[in-house]
């Protein structure tokens, strides 16, 4: 496990962003996962302009979701899809044809499971995938408890997640269900950043980092990963061990 820390949320965005940069370089068709949520906005902000100025090409990038609130599409506002296609996709060279999300208002997930679980298995594996963690530690909707045995999931979300989701919409939205990869496929990636930022998410990332690896706390199976890279501004790593 690696540990980045930078003092603010840009310098840590901006560090993100050339990281994902050199592994489009090294890879022009690598598989990424960026997660919803509000934590990768910037990074998606300083990958834009990587791109608008020469610094990177996404045209032959695919990209697939972390996770989607079951019931939502990109047409709700705040949806992970939405917000996606809103803060980035919309404004890289990546066709759409290359670009993969759950449709949480499918009428069959298992379909969408078994579509998604394609695509992924075209291209052997995840090259990269950013992740945030929730409050609960979870990654993706892989909430506290989760069978880390299961590479995709439709789960009932946990109270944490149902309270905090209000702050993504601009109206009541009921959520009660998730669907996501699950652990066993973000495991299988071969590079994993999970990013956090503030200081409301300083004890959950010293109980993730330096607590039990457990289910309990979903983002602390991360570390079974070798390649697990760690970015945290200045305030949420502040729980952290001195050494
Ligand atoms: C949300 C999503 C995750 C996201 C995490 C953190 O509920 N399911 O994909 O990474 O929680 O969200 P945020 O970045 O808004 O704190």
Same mark, same amino acid.
């Given at each position: ?9 840009? %310098? ?11 592994? +489009? ?13 509000? =934590? ?35 047409? =709700?506002?705040?949806?992970? +899809? ?25 009428? /069959? ?17 995840? *090259? ?6 929730? %409050? ?14 299961? /590479? ?22 009921? +959520? ?6 699950? %652990? ?10 999970? %990013? ?6 300083? *004890? ?7 607590? =039990? ?31």
């Amino acid at each position: 496990m690696r540990i980045i820390v930078e003092n603010t949320y840009e %310098m840590l965005s901006l560090k993100i962003a050339k990281d994902i940069v050199v592994t +489009v370089k090294n890879k022009p068709n690598s598989l990424i996962c960026i997660a919803g949520g509000h =934590t990768p906005q910037k990074v998606c902000e300083y990958l834009i302009n990587s791109e608008k100025t020469g610094k990177v090409d996404f045209s032959q990038c695919f990209f697939v979701s972390l996770d989607e609130w079951v019931g939502l599409d990109i047409n =709700t506002v705040g949806s992970c +899809v939405e917000t996606l296609y809103t803060s980035f996709f919309n404004h890289i060279s990546t066709p759409s044809k290359q670009i993969r999300f759950f449709n949480g208002k499918a009428k /069959d997930l298992s379909l969408e499971i078994k579509e998604m679980k394609e695509f992924i298995s075209s291209h052997k594996t995840i *090259d990269l995938i950013l992740l945030g963690i929730g %409050m609960n530690g979870h990654v993706g909707f892989n909430e506290p408890n989760i069978d880390p045995e299961q /590479d995709f999931i439709v789960v009932p979300l946990d109270p944490i997640t149902k309270e905090v989701s209000a702050k993504y919409f601009d109206k009541t939205v009921d +959520v009660k269900e998730g669907i996501s990869l699950g %652990m066993k496929i973000i495991l299988e990636s071969k590079n994993i950043m999970l %990013m956090a930022n503030g200081i409301h998410k300083a *004890d959950i990332m010293k109980e993730s980092i330096e607590g =039990t690896i457990s289910n309990k706390i979903p983002a602390s199976l991360l570390r079974k990963n070798t390649n697990l890279s760690v970015y945290l501004d200045i305030l949420a790593s502040s729980k952290l061990s001195k050494e």
